[in-house]
């Protein structure tokens, strides 16, 4: 896994616009926060990478919260402690639904190491509709902005300003979910 | 979706980050939650009468209120962020109040015993001060909120309280305007604590609408 140094090297570069550092940054950062969240709810493998991809969401849209005068994996455990905190407090709340009864089935080792429970496709659904075409277009037809902005009829900083609310508003909704 | 799907839809096309520029955008969320805080004074309290004789005990009662803004400010700027030290802030903050208690004490031994009481009360059954301050401070408290939830606060009763106290001290300049005692004793016990109240209040409340 990579060091302090390393990571905080691609996400500067990730901040700069460099695409493939940025993916670089938050595969090496999953990993580390796969780790720290399953040492933390052993018992919940699932719960642990809804976690794992709500933080990352978290550490995407506010990566501009990063200063490059201090240490990085200060700032990515400050946000990984939240979510957990905020995720046990949700938990709290709703820990009077009892999970007796919950047949969890014959776990797929494969399977379980990248999946969560939440389905961001079925949570893109819920976006507010500019939102979600921003997110559509962009993120899973991989237009350019230009492109989204000239079929859409928005301009390239609305598609911009879009993208980014709709990951905000997606994150709270991975986090919301877990409290229905 | 797995989670090495989420990292290609984040990392899709991904721009250079704007510079936050927060430092800009503190200051004038905080100068304008001051001028909402005057017109409230102004407005709601009046201006004392004798503003033109007062101008200098006005001037180092908004002075003594800016001083603890600044010296919440730091602070404030270190949790509006994730993972970032305290370290000496919380000290600074610590020894502005405790000063405010040695000013106290210095200025009411200055006074003859038979006056030290009214000195300290500045005269007034109740310093009112310590429910106003708060009021005043409420729209500053708002804006704070709403520039820090764009940013990512982890730690968020620490956050909320010095939402509160910076607003607070905001709010002690404005009331200074109006405030009728000015007594180096009364200042600085009842502002202290007034702006104590406002970090309760934001520790309380505030921090409830920091999540995100």
Sequence with gaps: ?180 | MKTDQLIDMLSRGVEPADKPRWKRKLAITLLVGLVVGVLLVAIGLGVRPDIGAARMPVMWKTLFSAAAAVVILPLALQLMRPGRPLGWRMGAVAIFFALCALATIIALMGEMPERRWEAWMGGAAFPWCVVLIPVIAAPTAILLVWLMRAFAPTRLTMAGAAIGALSGGIGAMAYAMYCPTDSVAFVTTWYSLAIAVCAALGALIVSKFLRW
């Excluded at chain 1, 905020?86 to 190491?113: I, T």
């Excluded at chain 1, 939102?131 to 037809?141: F, T, Y």
């Design chain 1, 1 to 180: 896994m990579a060091d302090e140094a390393e990571l905080r090297a691609l996400l500067l570069k990730g901040l700069a616009g460099d695409e493939a550092a940025h993916r670089a940054f938050l595969t090496e950062a999953a990993a580390l926060l796969r780790a720290f969240f399953r040492n933390r709810l052993r018992s919940r493998p699932e719960d642990a990478e809804d976690l794992v991809q709500e933080t990352l969401v978290a550490l995407h849209t506010r990566r501009d919260s990063y200063d490059p005068s201090y240490p990085l994996t200060a700032w990515m455990y400050a946000i990984a402690r939240y979510r957990l905190i905020d995720f046990l407090r949700r938990a709290g709340r709703r820990n009077h639904a009892s999970l007796d009864g919950v047949d969890v089935g014959d776990v797929d080792p494969v399977y379980e190491a990248t999946d969560a429970k939440h389905d961001i496709g079925v949570l893109l659904g819920q976006l507010p509709e500019k939102q979600r075409k921003a997110i559509q277009l962009v993120k899973l037809e991989e237009k350019s902005v230009r492109d989204a902005a000239t079929e859409t009829g928005l301009t390239e900083s609305d598609i911009k300003i879009s993208i980014h609310r709709g990951l905000k508003t997606l994150m709270r909704l991975m986090a919301g979910e877990g409290a229905s």
